[in-house]
Each structure stands twice: as C-alpha cells, then as structure tokens.
C-alpha cells in the first residue's frame, strides 16, 4: 500500500529533550517536507526536500532541524524542543516539487512539551 | 505574499443538499489547485485536483476552477454527514516548490 508512515503518533516530552520524527514514504517520491497545525493557523511549512541532500526552510523553520540521507524517509529532529513547539504534525510526501501534484499525509504525530 | 483564502465556516448544510465551498487566491500565475478533506484529528486527504479552467467532476465531487477571477470551488452533491469534515484548498504555482493551503472551511452536513 503506497504510504508516509510517521511515527510516534503521539508523544509528550519534556522541555529541553531532544526528539525525532521519523518519516518514511513507499512511493518513490522525490518531495518531502514537513507541516505543523495549530487551531486557526492551518498548516504551516517548516522544511522540505527537493531530493536526496537537498533541504530547505518553509514559512516556519526555527528550532526544527531535517535531514534526507535517503530518498524514502526524512526525520523531523527536535534539537531542545520548547512548549511552543506543542502541534500536530504532519509529513508529506508529492512525486515532484514543482506544484504539480497533490500530496500524499503521514497519519500526524501530536506532540505535547511540557 | 501568496495567499489562500477561505471562510472558515462552519458551512452547515442538510443532508442531500449541495455543498458549495470557495476559495479565492492571490498568485496569478498559480497554475495548479487541489481540495483536501481532513477529518478532526486525522490528516489532509486529497479529493480534487484542477489544473484548466472550467468543471472537473469525480463522482459527487465538482471543482470549478476561474483563472480570470482567482476562484476556484468545490461542489458536493447530495451531501452525506460523513462528509462533515474541514475542507482545504491549496495552490501550487508553476515551478514553486511550496504550495500554499489556506485555513480550511469546517462542513457539516446535518440529518
């Protein structure tokens, strides 16, 4: 089944604790990138991959770190994770970057820092 | 600054009724639009894509697309209350590699 599994699904921590995301997609798709919501914000870009070793910031990227060591998963690391942080997470993954074509969601990770 | 709007709702309609759900954007050389539902608590589900103006119809779903006007909606026929859910619009502009998504507009469908 062509899927982005994220996990964990959910996760409370404690400030200051570094943590990863981990996301991994099953379709051959070059474009990864990474979205939080928050109530009456909508979705929110904080990084996305082009490609193998190619990152970049979305609107949001501030204490949120990304790596693409391998075409099919793209980790969301959380360097010194702070209570604004709090969300919904989502990984995404689309055949290309250019626009062209939709998206493809992971099931969403709820992070709690407290 | 692109931008994606939509009134956020909540868009409440009777069961079999007609959803009508609109979005409007700023970039003019956006060339790509999508609908998503997302349920509470689940993620985006792509529904729709458009890319040419005019109607696309999948089966109760229709996206309309003016690229003249910077409109682009979705229609629900005979709307179910499975179909409560938030609604988002995206758009994607040639060679962009962020698509933007507005805010959503919240359905429900009442028995």
């Known amino acids: 089944e062509a899927q982005v599994t994220q996990n964990p699904r959910y996760l409370i921590t404690v400030t200051g604790k570094k943590l990863t995301v981990t996301c991994s997609q099953n379709m051959n798709h070059e474009y990864m990138s990474w979205y939080r919501q928050d109530p009456g914000l909508g979705l929110r870009q904080i990084y996305y991959s082009m490609n193998v070793e190619v990152t970049d910031k979305g609107d949001v990227p501030e204490g949120y770190k990304v790596s693409r060591k391998e075409k099919r998963n793209f980790p969301l690391i959380l360097e010194s994770p702070s209570p604004n942080q709090t969300s919904l997470y989502f990984c995404?993954?689309?055949?290309?970057?250019?626009?062209?074509?939709?998206?493809?969601f992971g099931s969403g990770t709820r992070l709690t820092v407290v | 600054q692109k931008e994606v709007e939509q009134n956020s709702g909540p868009l409440s309609v009777p069961e079999g009724a007609i959803a009508s759900l609109n979005c409007t954007y700023s970039?003019?050389?956006?060339?790509?639009f999508f609908w998503y539902r997302q349920y509470s608590g689940k993620s985006p589900e792509l529904i729709m894509s458009i890319y040419s103006n005019g109607d696309k119809e999948d089966g109760r779903f229709t996206a309309q697309l003016n690229k003249a006007s910077q409109y682009v909606s979705l229609l629900i026929r005979d709307s179910q209350p499975s179909d409560s859910a938030t609604y988002l619009c995206?758009?994607?502009?040639?060679?962009?590699?962020?698509?933007?998504f507005g805010r959503g507009t919240s359905l429900i469908v009442h028995p």
């Open positions: 995206a758009v994607g502009a040639g060679g962009s590699y962020i698509p933007t």
């Open positions: 995404a993954s689309s055949l290309s970057g250019q626009g062209a074509y939709g998206y493809t």
């Open positions: 970039d003019r050389v956006s060339q790509s």
